[in-house]
């Protein structure tokens, strides 16, 4: 009987404290709609930085994604943009530098060549007006057994 | 994940209810804009994924954090701990019923033919500095529980506490604001 009236006290308390409360809380929300204008100003101009902000970090999160969805090796990266720009721009640089040293590799190995060619020209006893001699040239191309 | 129409919509419903709790908690006006400025912002570039129904808890913790930030900045750690130290109560609870101080204060507030604006201004003033002179963690629980309207589950979250300390902050609040404004005139 004693727990039943007990628990009824502490229902009908709380009931009590939460009505009350839920007053203070109404004056308090009245007041604060009231605010200064120079504070209300400066609350719309946070809250423009923030939704600014959001949208540049939605943004950056939808970026990583792509990336990621496309295997390179940026994972740990995916919300700094910074680093996406970075990321995304070693691939090309990649693939000019190979072409680069394609390129370089192919002129050495015609020098060389060349060079190899002009030595044994230099170097052979035979001089090299000899070449410019139709009849040798005929005697160059003819079987050994002729 | 939040549109920004939903981010916005959330910032401005709650903006202005977060100046006044982080003025309340430390006291200066620029201090509480530049608290919420950056709660807005770490909301917005942290969570901007999350769905626009987890804001209202996260936004209120990360608020919370923030005036915490403020104060460890401010080093004045020490009167924090003062301020969050549990409300002593005088042991006169039973000496008032807070129902009639409740139905007196409704009924004050709500006359408005009897009281003209400025006496209405003067209560509301008078409300705003009982709220403010409460113990840090009772308001913190009250002012999340009551006027952000989280349960007490969330209000226990979002303090880094148990549920069962939100009910005695809670509680201890109401009587201590109760208290305050039968002193001051505000109930009989």
Redesign the interface.
């Known amino acids: 009987m004693n727990r039943t009236e007990n628990n009824y006290r502490l229902a009908a ?1 709380d009931v ?10 109404a ?7 009231t ?1 200064a204008p120079e ?2 100003e ?2 719309r101009f ?6 600014e ?3 540049l ?2 943004q950056g ?1 939808v970026y990583g994604l792509g990336v990621t969805a496309h295997g390179a090796a940026v994972a740990g990266f995916s919300r700094s943009r910074w680093w996406l720009r970075i990321a995304s721009a070693l691939p090309l640089a990649a693939l000019v530098a190979g072409l680069a040293i394609i390129q370089e590799s192919q002129t050495r190995s015609q020098i060389s060549v060349a060079a190899e060619v002009d030595a044994a020209l230099l170097g052979d006893d035979l001089p090299i007006n000899a070449y410019r001699d139709a009849g040798f040239v005929e005697y160059l191309k003819a079987p050994p057994g002729e | 994940m939040a549109t920004d129409k939903e981010l916005s919509d959330f910032l401005k419903s709650v903006e202005k209810r977060a100046w006044k709790r982080a003025v309340y908690a430390v006291r200066d006006e620029d201090a509480a804009l530049d608290i919420v400025q950056d709660a807005m912002i770490r909301l917005a570039e942290k969570y901007v994924d999350r769905p626009a129904a987890e804001l209202p808890l996260l936004f209120q913790r990360i608020v919370s954090n923030a005036t915490m930030d403020w104060f460890r900045r401010q080093k004045v750690r020490n009167q924090v701990v003062r301020n969050f130290s549990d409300f002593e109560s005088a042991g006169a609870e039973g000496e008032f019923d807070i129902l009639d101080t409740l139905e007196a204060l409704g009924s004050t507030l709500e006359s408005e033919s009897a009281a003209d604006s400025v006496s209405r201004a003067q209560i509301l003033q008078v409300i705003d500095e009982a709220v403010a002179e409460l113990p840090a963690r009772q308001r913190e629980a009250f002012l999340l529980r009551y006027w952000e309207e989280l349960d007490v589950a969330e209000t226990a979250a979002s303090m880094g506490c148990s549920e069962g300390s939100v009910k005695t902050h809670c509680s201890r609040a109401v009587h201590a604001l109760a208290k305050t404004l039968k002193a001051k005139g505000i109930a009989p």
């Open positions: 308390s009590v404290e939460s009505r009350f409360a839920h007053t203070v809380t004056r308090l929300s009245e007041r604060a709609d605010v504070i209300g400066r609350l946070a809250r423009e930085k923030a939704v902000a959001g949208r970090a939605r999160a």
